[in-house]
């Protein structure tokens, strides 16, 4: 059976940096918890805490710490917190959390418990997250735990491949590629495959669903030279709502340098509403150096397309 996941504790603070007090019920809106010093318009709206840390850190203490001396508002049991991701969501009651950031920088000197012990678990193991739908959170309330399962299509477009006359190995590197930045930050995902000839008409059919049905990644291989049969950067093109040049000009610049062949790809990036889509060429070892220059800024550009400023 599914462990349990409940509140043990809810607390709050008139002041930031200073530690917070287990309240009867807490109350979220849209800028976090009513009353609370670390209310705002800001991606940190709500602090959590697991009691697995607190039983943690009171043996380090030598004393028990009470529910709240972290300054964090909602005390759980159940989950270890910091083994979840940013945009996983916790649903406590009616209100509706998603997580925003893992840990954070520690106040040192002007945080009680540092001056206490010398040490604080906030930096590592506490979680922040934005109200998404308020309501009243109190101890004892079930908390549901909602992974972001990432939507991911890869793409492969090959006259030659989708006839099988040669085994099509772009697309699968794109998976595995993907499948390594999804394991180093913990996100869960969910990727599909498709492999179909340099046709417009088939192309564009797939986009289109791809933008309707709310996939948060699109990537695409082959197409993007100057052949009569490459196709792929005209359709992608139509189909962006905002275009991000900058990445594929620095990707271009950069191998087109050393091998100026590689000027020649015309690959494409940019948002289909919320779908980001890569246009990519159609060899391995290009799918190689783009996917490293990509996940430079994928990360980062995740948490901007949901209006989350981690600077």
């Given amino acids: 059976m599914p462990k349990t996941i409940k509140v043990i504790s809810v607390n709050i603070s008139k002041e930031k940096g200073t530690v917070k007090k287990p309240v009867p019920e807490i109350k979220l809106n849209p ?4 009353q609370d010093a670390h209310a705002g318009k800001w991606h940190r709206q709500v602090s959590l805490l697991g009691n697995e840390s607190f039983e943690k850190f009171s043996k380090e203490a030598g004393r028990q710490i009470a529910f709240g001396e972290f300054a964090e508002n909602i005390t759980t049991e159940g989950l270890v917190l910091y083994e979840t991701a940013p945009f996983d969501r916790l649903k406590i ?5 998603e997580i925003t950031q893992i840990g954070k920088k520690c106040h040192g000197s002007s945080c009680a418990i540092f001056k206490e012990v010398g040490n604080c678990v906030m930096p590592k193991e506490g979680i922040f997250a934005r109200v998404l739908q ?11 735990y909602l992974p972001k399962v990432f939507k991911v299509m ?7 491949a989708s006839r099988g006359e040669y085994d099509d190995l772009s697309g699968p590197e794109i998976i595995a590629q993907l499948e390594g930045f999804f394991a180093q930050n913990r996100w869960h995902h969910k990727i599909e495959r498709k492999l179909i000839a340099d046709d417009a008409d088939s192309l564009r059919f797939i986009l289109r669903k791809a933008k309707e049905e709310h996939y948060d990644m699109v990537f695409t291989t082959g197409g993007t030279g100057i052949g009569p049969r490459d196709i792929t950067p005209e359709v992608a093109r139509l189909m962006l709502t905002k275009e991000i040049p900058g990445i594929m000009e620095s990707i271009r610049l950069k191998f087109g340098s050393e091998k100026p062949n590689a000027l020649l790809s015309r690959g494409v990036a940019g948002l289909m509403d919320e779908t980001l889509l890569y246009v ?3 060899s391995v070892r290009a799918i190689k150096e783009y996917m490293g220059e990509i996940f430079k800024t994928l990360r980062h550009l995740l948490f901007m397309q949901r209006g989350i400023d981690i600077h």
């Fill in 31 to 34: 800028e976090g918890v009513e």
């Fill in 93 to 97: 009651g009616k209100t509706m959390l």
């Fill in 134 to 144: 308020g309501g009243t959170i109190k101890a004892g309330d079930q908390v549901e």
């Fill in 154 to 160: 890869v793409i492969t477009l090959s006259d030659r």
């Fill in 280 to 282: 990519l060429p159609g």
